[in-house]
């Protein structure tokens, strides 16, 4: 079977091949196929908003799904995600040229005293495969440096990524940090990392835990869509 993986020709696949080759290339984190297939779809016309959701995001789902279920693990998740950013770096400008809808901003960054960011990065790749776009503050930030991004990016989304559990209690200072300067509401605040659960979620403030990168885009945009629905009913 290998050796007639290796013959396809993605140019002569038609549209639903092709995009379906591209769910399996990005599944294996085949960047230089998935930057080919793009280019293809791009001269047949496609919309680039269109390869973004049916090739990229969908198959990215597929790979968060699997993800989800211990079936992938996380080098594997990289490379599809890096596959999926080389990608996006061909649509991306002419998503802006499009004024293709974006679904949201999200700021997000591993909390003071935590270095760690696999987690964090795989979760910033899969918002903005689902059509967010992402501010990344990187690793152990101060409280300051959400606040100024909050100020700067205007966000609806604030994520907080923590793997100690020595550092998780600093979610907490920055949630309170919100309260007191009054803008806690105004923001939807997701936490995530592996040693949080649900109740250390709502302990610190939270509007939700989010368990994996997949849950992630899907609470972030259940929770945007409720946000939407109360602004707009005057809630």
């Known amino acids: 079977m290998a050796d007639e993986d ?16 591209m769910h399996d290339d990005l599944y294996d984190g085949l960047k230089e196929e998935i ?6 779809l791009l001269e047949r016309g496609w919309a680039p908003y269109d390869i973004l ?8 789902r597929i790979v968060g799904i699997d993800f989800r279920d211990g079936i992938l693990f996380v080098p594997e998740v990289l490379l599809s995600a890096n596959a999926m950013k080389a990608g996006m770096f061909i649509l991306r400008p002419l998503l802006v040229e499009t004024g293709a809808p974006k679904v949201g ?9 935590d270095i760690h960011d696999i987690g964090k990065n795989l979760v910033g790749m899969m918002m903005e495969g689902a059509g967010f776009e992402v501010i990344d503050l990187g ?6 440096n959400y606040l100024d991004a909050l100020e700067e990016h205007k966000p609806e989304i604030l994520g907080m990524s923590a793997l100690l559990t020595t550092t998780m209690p600093y ?3 920055v949630v309170d940090t919100m309260k007191e300067k009054g803008i806690r509401d105004d923001y939807i605040v997701m936490v995530g990392g592996a040693p949080l659960n649900e109740e250390f979620a709502e302990a610190v403030g939270a509007d939700a835990y989010c368990r994996d990168a997949a849950v992630t885009v899907e609470t972030a945009k259940e929770l945007i869509a409720r946000r939407h629905n109360q602004l707009s009913s005057g809630n």
């Open 6 to 21: 290796d013959d396809v020709v993605l140019s002569e696949l038609d549209d639903a091949e092709l995009v379906q080759q």
């Open 35 to 40: 930057e080919e297939a793009v280019n293809i």
């Open 53 to 60: 959701t049916q090739a990229l995001v969908e198959g990215m």
């Open 105 to 113: 901003k999200m700021v997000i960054g591993t909390v003071k005293g």
């Open 139 to 144: 690793i152990n930030n101060p409280v300051e």
């Open 171 to 173: 979610m907490k200072v």
